[in-house]
């Protein structure tokens, strides 16, 4: 469970979020979006402590400031939209970087962190690959390598910040599968923030739309994906439909005169 | 779809350790290096006598031979080795936290620094052989002040250092404590000849005196650094993932580029300036066994001492019997080295 109330964050002078008030209970996932320029991503690394801003934040009914980082690391973890990959570092040893907060500071990793880094390429069928390194693999194997590295972790709430991006539809439905499948199983709290709205809808539970730095809707998606919210937040011209019981939305042209050949 | 039941069968899961083998090749390239810093020179010593006279048995050696092993020989060697690993470690710690693999020594400025710190040291000094005491703080201070000028310099106006602007800053901030350096040097012509022979670098002139001035600060290195190697791993996701998964990178940061300049400023303080090893050993020993910091640092501690004992060797044998200075021979070899660095760093150094 996480819970923020009154989040503003300054950056450069600027404001970026207002007053943005944000819960999530175990099991759920949420997705912020909005248009470019939102802050989706500064509310997400809020949230993960990156960022400093004003405002109250409850990770797992204590208060973010009374965690060490280590503690908070246990608590949460981030999937970062551009993580930054070393060179010639294994798909093992990387996910086991997960463990970092479980492992005592001058210790080394136990039989009990070996086992949740197995788990974890388990899970995400990465145990072929344990031995290659990262930053020989595709986008889509590199993004499972990501989630499997924040479910070594350990993290009752993960923070997913555009996870397909860079993805295909395929591997965009993949990896979103993914994470549904392992929220259920673990109970995990997922918060990501979402591009893609018609994912979004089919994926979380609920949606809250930011717009110059403030929540201006906050609900499910058949709530929060309509036309009329659409266009007056994005200056979208879309159309709504519906499709296995979540809305779709479809970007739409207006009808021009075609040429005659 | 990925199949969420079968969690696989527990197999062995291979991370990055020091494993036994490498470990043991690592100690054998040590005692080997030892074995022929101590038998090969201008007096023949036979192997069995130097062995029976380490195990503190009785031998056939003369009083002449016994002091060119335990008074010459034996502390050249043992500094050599302290020397090798410091510089080496300290560089695998400089690479593993400005995350780029040419940051050294002396490409930050930090050989540059302590070399100014010694020199003031020496020709206040003025008199007297050996190394002053007051030659590793001083060389501390010089050292710790390069790395924040260059580390400085470098984030100037980006605000994060990319490898060019580090290198670049390094350049800088070398060249202007190198001329200073010069400077305090050229104005103190008493001294020129003591801090000119130091600055080529040398353990010709090494005795016990110096390896005890040295061993202090190496182990507060060598301690820190191997402390700190998984650390290292986890900066190399960048401060913000490292800040995630539970770590205060700029602390840690911190912590292991004191460690580094301290055994750095210290190897400098009794050996001079010795380039290039803290960039060849670490380079070399991740082509040979991965990226991981927690196998690097420690193997580089163990090549490192090995390669400085034999490039001495080279250096002491090569112009018999003339002694080439070991920056020479490390600057020979490391000069194209870092060349081929530069070319096959897959991710673009310069990026």
Known sequence: MIRARGVSVDLGGKPVLRDVDLAVADGEWLSIVGPNGAGKTTLLRWLAGLTP????????????????RRERARLVALVPQTPVVPEGVTVADY?????????????AEGPQDLAAVHDALALLDLVPMAGRVVSSLSGGERQRVLIARALAQGAPIVLLDEPTTALDVGHQQ????????LRRSRGLSVVSTMHDLTLAGQYADRLVLLDAGRVVVDGPADEVL??????RHYGANVRVIHDGGHPVVLPRRENREVAEP | MTALTTAGEPGPLRTARLRAGWLGVGIAALVVAAGAGLLIGPVTIAPDDVVRLLLGLDTDLTTNQLNIVREIRLPRVVLGLLVG????????????????????????????????????????????SGTPAAAPVAAFAGAMLAVALTYALGAAGSGRTSTASLILAGVAVTSFLTAAQTYVQQRNLDTVRQVY?????RLSTAGWSEVRLLLPYAVVCFAVLLSQRRTLDVLAVGDDEASTLGLHPQRSRLLIVVAASLGTAAAVSVSGLIAFVGIIVPHTVRLLVGASHRVVVPLSMLFGGAFLVLADLLARTIASPAELPIGVVTAFFGAPFFVVVLRTSRRGVLS
């Open chain 2, 197 to 201: 022979v130091w600055i080529l670098g």
């Open chain 1, 53 to 68: 801003g004003a405002g109250e934040l409850v990770i797992a009914d204590r208060p973010a400031g009374e965690l060490r």
């Open chain 2, 85 to 128: 690993a410091t510089l080496s470690a300290a560089g695998a710690g400089y690479q593993g936290v400005f995350r780029n693999p040419l940051a050294d020594p002396y490409l930050l400025g930090a050989a540059a620094g302590a070399g100014l710190g010694v020199t003031l040291v020496i020709v206040r000094a003025a008199e007297g």
């Open chain 1, 226 to 231: 309509t036309e009329e919210i659409l266009a």
């Open chain 1, 174 to 181: 993949q990896v979103l599968e993914l994470v549904d499948e």
């Open chain 1, 95 to 107: 996910v086991l970087l997960g463990r970092t907060p479980h492992i005592r500071p001058l210790g």
